[in-house]
């Protein structure tokens, strides 16, 4: 553990603003699996496939991406950092390694979603643990706005089937 903290510590001098591949090395992961986080302010996805399209009272949403079209297809055209992530990423259905996903929670705007580890449920099932940063204790608004947290996973087991996204108290299960 002590390790690890001075491992981050000198990545975050050596990679000053790269904010996304600092919470990734920190955060909990089993050794044969890859991630990389890209948090973003608001909601990228089109009308339907975001959190704003489920039902009152759910909060927490997650959607996966095994092939690069079916991921643009769901962006919208001004996601220009969104768009940018899935382009860098080596879909399984095109024949690499990784799958997408794409975790959604309506919070307050203050609220900033980071990966807070991941760890396996089941030989090809996961359990991804966000955190919200920004703001302490008990986070309640009356109007709260869509934050999003894009992540790449590539498993040398191959792509996972299931994964699980828990949001503070709340989960989104979905199959990949």
């Not at 600092?22 to 909601?43: E, F, K, M």
Request: charged share 25%.
């Amino acid at each position: 553990m002590y390790r690890r903290g001075i491992v981050a510590g000198a990545l975050a001098l050596a990679t000053a603003g790269c904010v996304d591949r600092l919470h990734d090395v920190a955060a909990a992961t089993p050794a044969d699996l890859a991630v990389r986080s890209r948090y973003v302010d608001g909601n990228p996805l089109v009308d339907g496939r975001s959190v704003l399209a489920r039902p009152e009272g759910l909060s927490t949403h997650a959607t996966s991406f095994r092939s690069a079209a079916a991921a643009r297809g769901a962006l919208k055209a001004n996601a220009a950092a969104s768009r940018e992530f899935v382009g860098r990423t080596d879909f399984a259905d095109g024949g690499g390694d990784a799958v997408l996903v794409i975790a959604q929670r309506l919070t307050a705007p203050a609220v900033r979603l980071r990966l807070g580890g991941v760890s396996r449920i089941g030989d090809r099932s996961l359990r991804i643990a966000v955190d919200r940063g920004g703001v302490r204790g008990e986070i309640e608004t009356d109007d709260p706005v869509v934050k999003t947290l894009l992540l790449r996973l590539s498993d040398e087991r191959g792509p996972p089937e299931r994964v699980i996204v828990a949001v503070g108290g709340e989960r989104a299960g979905i199959t990949v």
